[in-house]
């Protein structure tokens, strides 16, 4: 998919995931562009309902969903609570409409807008991402679930150019794609910062603690995505989101291990060219290009320091140490909703990881028996198939760990 956009001009946005990091992001990129963004909808779990609700009546939006219907309430205190804040009168401020339960986000997503920015975590991501892209708008992607398990579902339904990626490595590669045709694009290259335990050899790994793990040399992110850099798995469930993204198949996707995090991707064309996309890493870049596709906001972030002498790392991946990325190959190869078992099962072993009942060697190799043991599955025609076949890897996965701990 090559992504393109609607150029110049005001455009609508519809923010899902306001309150976590890439949509706190996007809004201070709002903020600071207000002659080329209005926000028209937020949308969010509804673990903070004080941010959300103060993010709402910052930006004047029509609309603000929850996904918990549980809190309600408490958004409608909070909004008052804000007003009085901002020292504002009961009678001078319009409240936005609340939309709230499970459905709320895809609900967002076919607001009238321009841009859906999915930020949503894990496959609940899914169905808005469906959604916006069945009402025709731009998705502005960070929710690598909806094309790592989701995958078939998007391809049938998503037009040429609709989809523009977030992650900073599939921003990367979109923009280096400019530089050539589909027919000479050789190969897609990602850059991996490494984590946590680059450079270890397997024997290194098998007594690392979770304090170790989430140590992470260069990005601040959550927990989970943390972990998921250490084992590389974030790397291979972008290997999955690639291949969707572009058409590249597995063989023609590699991974190379890049410590210093300024090139975000390559391409190498068929003429033997290269292309590169450098730039510090800061997210509020990609979102940026994201929300104004094909077209660039200055400032956006800071660029890198010419001035200064700089030395850039690459290196291939030891896939003897970090296996996952050859698995997640395997399952996109696969196909038959193995990518959103791989995703799932991964959940569930970095859970059992954090908690003390799998070491850390055990979330890959329990990730590989868990896809070994996986039956049958068709490739996914509706968003249940996807959830069965998530529900399927989790319970198999809780009972793998549960062997591994009864041997320990």
């Known amino acids: 998919m090559r992504p393109s956009g609607k150029?110049?001009?005001?455009?609508?946005?519809?923010?899902?995931?306001?309150?976590?990091?890439?949509?706190?992001?996007?809004?201070?990129?709002?903020?600071?562009?207000?002659?080329?963004?209005?926000?028209?909808?937020?949308?969010?779990?509804?673990?903070?309902?004080?941010?959300?609700?103060?993010q709402a009546l910052e930006l004047g939006v029509d609309v603000v969903g929850v996904a918990r219907s549980s809190v309600t309430q408490d958004l409608q205190l909070a909004f008052y609570a804000e007003a009085q804040k901002r020292g504002w009168a009961t009678g001078d401020f319009k409240l936005p409409k609340i939309?709230?339960?499970?459905d709320a986000m895809t609900e967002l997503a076919r607001w009238p807008c321009d841009v859906v920015l999915n930020g949503v975590v894990g496959s609940?991501?899914?169905?808005?991402?469906?959604?916006?892209?069945?009402?025709?708008?731009?998705?502005?992607l960070a929710n690598k679930e909806s094309l790592v398990a989701g995958g078939p579902l998007v391809r049938r339904i998503a037009k040429e150019g609709q989809i523009v990626p977030v992650d900073s490595e599939h921003s990367a590669l979109a923009q280096c794609l400019r530089g050539g045709t589909a027919a000479e694009v050789r190969r897609l290259v990602l850059t991996a910062s490494g984590g946590a335990f680059r450079g270890r050899r397997r024997e290194e790994l098998a007594n690392v603690t979770p304090e170790e793990a989430l140590k992470h040399p260069t990005w601040d992110m959550g927990p989970v995505v943390?972990?998921?850099?250490?084992?590389?798995?974030?790397?291979?469930?972008?290997?999955?989101?690639?291949?969707?993204?572009?058409?590249?198949?597995?063989?023609?996707?590699?991974?190379?291990?890049?410590?210093?995090?300024?090139?975000?991707?390559?391409?190498?064309f068929t003429d033997g060219s290269t292309l590169a996309q450098a730039s510090p890493p800061d997210m509020r870049l990609p979102i940026a290009l994201a929300l104004a596709w094909p077209e660039r906001v200055p400032a956006a972030a800071a660029a890198v320091?010419?001035?200064?002498?700089?030395?850039?790392?690459?290196?291939?991946?030891?896939?003897?140490?970090?296996?996952?990325?050859?698995?997640?190959?395997?399952?996109?190869?696969?196909g038959r909703c193995l990518p959103a078992v791989y995703?799932?099962?991964?959940?569930?072993?970095?859970?059992?990881?954090?908690?003390?009942?799998l070491p850390f060697l055990g979330i890959v190799d329990t990730l590989e028996q868990v896809l070994a043991a996986a039956p049958d599955f068709a490739e996914p025609?509706?968003?249940?198939?996807?959830?069965?076949?998530?529900?399927?890897?989790?319970?198999?996965?809780?009972?793998?760990?549960?062997?591994?701990?009864?041997g320990a």
């Not at 939309?99 to 499970?102: D, F, H, K, R, W």
């Not at 410590?259 to 975000?264: A, D, E, M």
């Not at 995703?343 to 908690?355: D, K, Q, T």
Request: hydrophobic residues 50%; aromatic residues 4%.
């Open 343 to 357: 995703n799932a099962a991964n959940e569930e072993c970095v859970a059992a990881f954090v908690s003390g009942r």
């Open 381 to 406: 025609g509706t968003v249940d198939d996807v959830l069965a076949a998530e529900a399927w890897a989790r319970a198999q996965a809780q009972r793998t760990i549960e062997t591994v701990a009864e």
């Open 7 to 54: 150029m110049g001009g005001m455009r609508d946005l519809v923010l899902l995931g306001s309150t976590g990091s890439i949509g706190t992001q996007a809004i201070d990129i709002v903020r600071r562009n207000p002659d080329r963004f209005r926000v028209v909808a937020l949308g969010a779990g509804g673990g903070n309902v004080e941010l959300l609700a103060a």
């Open 99 to 102: 939309v709230a339960g499970p």
């Open 305 to 334: 320091d010419w001035t200064q002498a700089h030395n850039w790392e690459l290196r291939p991946l030891d896939e003897e140490a970090f296996p996952a990325v050859r698995l997640a190959k395997e399952a996109g190869r696969a």
């Open 226 to 268: 943390t972990i998921n850099s250490a084992t590389m798995v974030n790397k291979a469930l972008e290997v999955i989101e690639a291949h969707e993204l572009f058409g590249v198949s597995y063989d023609d996707i590699e991974v190379m291990v890049h410590p210093q995090s300024v090139l975000h991707s390559l391409v190498e």
């Open 124 to 140: 609940l991501g899914l169905a808005p991402t469906l959604a916006a892209l069945s009402e025709g708008r731009i998705l502005a």
